[in-house]
């Protein structure tokens, strides 16, 4: 997987961060620091599709479960999507058996509600989350295309994520960016497994 | 008095806000004269069609107040239908059909930058804002037609292919919101026949990838409403398990029964099987109701089930996501855009995943979007500041008020 430095901080953060501080209009200097900020130079992404970032390095794992699912093609399409994707090791967490079973055919359906608990709409990149983590008072949230919500929060400088249902993860850093979108490595599966019968 | 009406049009002119609004460049125009001549300049390049657009619509208006009661009435008759119920014949010699671009050009002006809105946008893109909708693109047609000359002096006009020409007194303030007001019905029930119209979108040429703000809510496409529906019963060709089998299937929980969680309530245990979730009464251990899920019997290559509720797809999101080569119907369920063949019903593509949250220009900002989101082609355009937040979702990128949270534009990626 390509990876690619984070970008310039600042921006639309900044930029948030200064919102909440002024509520308001802003002067005429602080609008002009926020113009500044807005173009800020942003690291290009690359001309690869997710589907195409999937593979290699830790997550062939959730890239086989992308294609089992069938949403290959919507992640290959215009999107654009930000993929929390949990590495190989998070996978492997739930035994190799597991793993194994959800690269069936016959698992598509799970996978794919696994794949849209995993994934919100939109273009974000890590500095994206830690800026509006420090808007936001300490946490940020999105919607996925579950119908759940992720909650962003900071431990150092470590971004953590958690579901709805009580999943927790942290980013690894490793983000991808593409032409249709973001892919964050996640360290667990933001879905709960409930213990099987 | 002449004076007077001539200076009660010119304010009318000023203080028309357009329907969609056009940004060009940084910083916000804070005087309406200086807004219309750069919105006039920078979308010149696009308003031939829309001029000929507001030419049919001027004299559509002058039209009503002057022809003969017979002829007034089959035109109000003719602009009260909506399109859908015209003749295909009429439908393929409509400009409209032949070239919708032009028809929506008018009203849906091209994005250039990151500018705030003029005073009378902003209100226009509040609720309950009844501000008169006139065109930039119709008052600088006014002066185009010479209906007003040098020096603000009413000019002539002619009318028709003959000759003829007469004084066309100064429209006053009524008749140029009547005239906005009928253009917008117009232009409403031409996008609401778009939007129900999906079988059309082979004829029409493919949309720009270019934005357009959008501040009247009515211009925005709305997904159905309708989520997560389950259907009572059972569903077709598997038949009604038989009790035996249902207790088997509510005993026999899996690891994954959680991962439609949206699906979840207390009153009710939910289990997959053979493509469909079933929520199971724990009671009586019966099934109350099933729903065909993603990648189960919606899944590529099987038939649309066939008692399950079809949604067509507005327009907006077939041709934002969907594969303009193919020939498909889109279907919308449960926060997914399906590709069906519409001569086998076979679903041949899943096209997106939409999060199908509600979004109403005028509205509070739906929660969960706390994070920057913006498309990275667009960034450099729409960034967040202390004046507005922008947030991307499911085809469109919203303007927010920061202090409000009430969402003041819609900026449709396709033109």
Redesign the interface.
Known sequence: MKKLSIFALG???A??A??GC?????TAN??AA??D???AT?VT?SDKTLADMFGGDDLDTMGDVVKT???D??LD??????VFAPTDDAFNA?GTD?VDAMKQDD????????V??H??????TAA??A??IDA?NG???????????LT?TKSGDTIQVAS??GSQATLTGDEA?GSNGAIHPVSALL??????? | MRNVLLTTSALAALLAAPVLAQDHGHGAPQDGRKQAASSKEAGRSHQTAPRQKADRHQQAAQSITQRQPAQHQESSKRREQPEHQASSQQRQQSPHQAAPQQHEQPQAAQDRGHARPGPQQQAQGRPGSQSPQSSRDHSGNDRQQGQTGPGGQPGRQEHGHGSRTERQPAPNLTQLRQRAQQERQHVAERALWRSSQPQARKDRPKPDRRPVVVTDRAYVAQLPRQQHHFVDGCPPGHGCLPPGQVKQLYAARHPSDGWWRWRQQQDAAYRYDSGYVYRINPATQTIVSYVPVLGGALAVGNAWPSNYAVEQAPDYYADYYGDYNKPYAYRYADNVLYGVDPQSNQIEQIAALLTGSDWSIGQAMPDGYGIYNVPYDYRDRYYDTSDAWYRYDDGYVYRIDPKTRLIEAAIQLLA
């Open positions: 921006m639309p953060l930029a948030l200064l919102a002024s509520g308001g209009k802003g602080e609008q926020v113009a900020a807005g173009n942003m992404p699912a069938g949403l093609t919507v399409g215009v999107g654009p999507y930000t739930l597991r698992m598509k359906a799970q996978d794919a509600a696994l849209q608990a994934i919100v709409p939109g273009f974000i994206d989350i800026n509006a936001g946490s940020a949230r999105m919607t996925t295309m579950s119908g759940g919500t962003f709805d249902d960016l879905v709960k497994s409930t213990a099987a019968s």
